[in-house]
């Protein structure tokens, strides 16, 4: 018997809706498949850090203007050349967001819909929504907003969810 593993070059999202789980728990999470060379620092971001007004300047050419004080939060970020490179977090308000779950796309859909190099990258997600939002809903609409008017840099799965919904964008 032989048996090989298939390298992959992403991360996997796990998905359990609360109709399958005993307690009637929602349950979604990662895996980093792209690596086991990524170890992974958790942080605190102090309520505030962000202002209303100040600018962020992604890695790749996103901006985004903070519309109030950020909300404290603690995420998971990675140790990569793209600082912080959060891959997911909670902030103060109870809403949850796990991003860095790269995916793709076809010819088709890219020609239809590129990315651009001033959209928001996959681990810029829980910086900007973390920040911002005090329901999963409200951080769904942002997203979605930033998706509209910067584009996206490349395609992510991203999970957001608070104690009453969970979203998958």
């Given at each position: 018997?032989?048996?090989?593993?298939?390298s992959?070059?992403?991360c996997?999202a796990i998905?359990?809706?609360?109709?399958?789980?005993a307690?009637?728990?929602t349950?979604?999470a990662?895996?980093?498949?792209?690596?086991?060379?990524?170890n992974?620092l958790f942080?605190?971001?102090?309520?505030?850090k962000?202002?209303?007004?100040?600018?962020y300047?992604?890695?790749?050419?996103?901006?985004?203007t903070f519309?109030k004080?950020?909300?404290?939060y603690?995420?998971?970020?990675g140790t990569?050349?793209?600082?912080?490179?959060q891959?997911?977090?909670?902030?103060?308000?109870?809403v949850t967001v796990?991003a860095?779950e790269?995916?793709?796309?076809?010819?088709?859909?890219?020609?239809?819909?590129?990315y651009?190099d001033t959209?928001?990258?996959?681990?810029?997600?829980?910086?900007?929504?973390?920040s911002?939002?005090s329901?999963?809903k409200e951080?769904v609409?942002?997203l979605?907003?930033?998706y509209?008017?910067?584009?996206?840099a490349g395609?992510s799965g991203?999970f957001?969810?608070?104690?009453?919904?969970?979203w998958?964008?």
């Amino acid at each position: 018997l032989c048996l090989s593993s298939v390298s992959a070059m992403a991360c996997t999202a796990i998905y359990v809706g609360s109709d399958l789980t005993a307690d009637g728990t929602t349950m979604f999470a990662r895996s980093e498949d792209i690596s086991n060379s990524y170890n992974k620092l958790f942080y605190v971001s102090p309520a505030g850090k962000h202002t209303a007004g100040e600018e962020y300047a992604g890695c790749y050419g996103f901006t985004y203007t903070f519309k109030k004080d950020s909300y404290s939060y603690t995420d998971c970020s990675g140790t990569h050349a793209h600082t912080p490179y959060q891959a997911g977090g909670t902030n103060e308000m109870g809403v949850t967001v796990s991003a860095t779950e790269t995916i793709g796309c076809s010819d088709v859909i890219y020609e239809a819909d590129p990315y651009l190099d001033t959209g928001i990258e996959e681990a810029e997600i829980p910086t900007v929504l973390l920040s911002e939002a005090s329901t999963a809903k409200e951080a769904v609409d942002l997203l979605l907003s930033i998706y509209d008017t910067a584009g996206c840099a490349g395609g992510s799965g991203v999970f957001i969810a608070d104690d009453k919904e969970t979203w998958y964008i």
